[in-house]
């Protein structure tokens, strides 16, 4: 009898000692990085970047995901929509001809057209119409909504 149980708590315990104590956070990709490196935070891509391909000439771009991505965006909770493909132009502190990523305001969808780093702050373009974010409020890159990361 004890060594039944014996060998039911180690069936039990055995499983739960070798799951890993801390979660798997899924790190940022070679697209993120690229980002740093033109002054943008990683938080302006979801982490569900798939690919990427940059001609570090021009700075076009082309991003893809692994499907469309809804996340939530900071500080005013806007949702925002990735297509699977990304593109636009790179240079240090600016994006601009931004295909592919639209934000729902004022009850309607706007398509973000350029991004511009100012100081502290980001300025996101809709066409002629601007709107000005702490960049701290994108430090981190968020997970697609209804989707687990994979770890």
Known sequence: MKISLLLLSLLILLPLS???????VKAPS?????LTSHGFPIGL?????????INKTSGDFSLFLHGTCKITLPPDNYLA???NKVTGRITKGQIAELRGIRVRAF??????????SSG???????????AKYPSKNFDE?????GKRSSS
């Open 18 to 24: 070798l799951q890993d104590p801390i979660p798997q």
């Open 30 to 34: 070679r697209a993120h990085a690229e």
């Open 45 to 53: 891509l979801p982490l569900s970047v798939k690919d990427y391909y």
């Open 81 to 83: 929509t990735y297509s």
């Open 107 to 116: 009850f309607q969808w706007w398509s973000i057209t350029g991004i511009r």
């Open 120 to 130: 502290d702050n980001l300025v996101f373009e809709v066409g002629v119409v601007t």
């Open 141 to 145: 890159s968020l997970d697609c909504e």
